[in-house]
């Protein structure tokens, strides 16, 4: 089995900044692509960002240039750098690693974390 454990969640005030990180375990031959998405209260849950194996970067347009999305492959983890947040960035944050491989030649399946709680409030 694999598991996505995120961390870093918390209260923040408007403007300032706050680390997200994810890291993946268990018997994984390959994660690919990983990601982040979030859920605020009463809402569907939206892509945030997201970051390929070889490091290339996507985000939503309503994180762009304030979220920085960054991996450690060799310690399976993904950070999400969340800098001037605000109001509406409050959610829960959820690790998603869409394409794992477990053994060589595998079926890819699609991961989750538990989520982690942002509160951005003054």
């Known amino acids: 089995q694999v598991q996505l454990v995120e961390s870093g969640g918390g209260l923040v005030q408007p403007g300032g900044p706050l680390r997200l990180s994810c890291a993946a375990s268990?018997?994984?031959?390959?994660?690919?692509?990983m990601g982040w998405y979030r859920q605020a209260p009463g809402k569907q849950r939206d892509f945030v960002a997201t970051?390929?194996?070889?490091?290339?970067?996507y985000y939503s347009d309503p994180v762009k240039g304030r979220f920085t999305i960054s991996r450690d492959n060799a310690k399976n983890t993904v950070y999400l750098q969340m800098n001037s947040l605000k109001h509406e960035d409050a959610a829960v944050y959820y690790c998603?690693?869409?394409?794992?491989?477990?053994?060589?030649?595998?079926?890819?399946?699609?991961?989750w974390g538990q989520g982690t709680q942002v509160t951005v409030s003054s």
């Open positions: 998603n690693a869409p394409s794992v491989r477990t053994v060589v030649g595998g079926p890819k399946r699609d991961y």
């Open positions: 970051i390929t194996s070889l490091g290339g970067t």
């Open positions: 268990g018997s994984i031959f390959s994660l690919d692509a």
